[in-house]
């Protein structure tokens, strides 16, 4: 059993069956033997990339950065802000954008680190944070919503019906349950309930004062939840998809899509403005229209620029329309308040 499997069957042989949000926690954030932090302190465990277990949009450089930053400098326009203009990028991962945000002040901050200034103007960038989330798990049968919790059985760790929903998140569960069931004649649904999602932002969002939030992930609007009624939890190794999100904790990453309703709702309550949400096609036409994308396919010679056109066609044909883009802006307070 991997190291998080033993504390966490532990856990569970002590306490009973944990809240799958624990889990997933302990999986991906256990300060020694969680996913992303073992990754960093064992050679070889790196989750990006070709030798890894998937890609993001960050690994197709150098387009997804230059197009990034073009779009950075637009805004920085649009706020009109010649002078000091900060990027803050959550969940930097690898770091890979370092070389096209570095002509901004750029902060990147991931679990283990980083620095935020304490109030500035400019942009926070966030590329598949949100889906990187501890999630509750619930399942919605003959009406009844109850929670799923994690229990360990013959060495394996397995799903176990807990208790029913109660509280705050019965109302967002009911609302999503009745928009699959009014379709479709599922005899069980399975949903995620993002319960870090608003104070995560709230957080992140804290010390900008002026200036735009750009979140691109993987996820549904209320409309498309039809589409999941089996939930979107989703493990990922060696760049195949599993669907057992319990097996191998800290040794595969485990993914819920964004809810993308509820995070514009999250951006509301926090005062922010939200755009309409995009396709990554879109955000990244929007950034290269302005010069053809001359800059972000510049190259020296004629291999490198091939090189660059397949990454171009890789983001608006491969990740393109299944990613999608939430811009949040924080405008200035108004005056007196
Ligand atoms: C799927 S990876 C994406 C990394 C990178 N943005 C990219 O596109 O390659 C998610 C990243 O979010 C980080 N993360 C998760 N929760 C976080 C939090 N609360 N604060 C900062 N980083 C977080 C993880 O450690 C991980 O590096």
Redesign the pocket.
Known sequence: MTPAGQLLAAEIEAQGPILFSRFMDAAL?HPEHGY?RRARRQQGADP?GRQGDFY????LQPVFGRLIAALCTQWQRQLGLAGAFHVV??????G?MAEFLNAFHYYP???DGGTVPAAFEGVIF????F???PVEAVRVRQGEARVMRVGHHDGRFVWVEGEPLSGPWLPYAVNLCARVTDIREEEEVWLELPIGLES?LASITQPLSRGFVLAIDYGYTEREIIRFPRGTLMAYRRHQALDDVLLNPGEQ?I?AHVPFTHLEHCAHELGLHTRPLLTLTQLLMSAGETDQFAAALHADDEASAQRLRMQLKSLLFGLGETFRCLVMEKREAPEGS
């Open positions: 954030y992303y990006f993001t949009a960050t690994q990028e959550w969940g930097a991962g690898r890979e901050v991931d679990i966030c590329n598949e944070l889906d990187a989330l995560l990453d993914t």
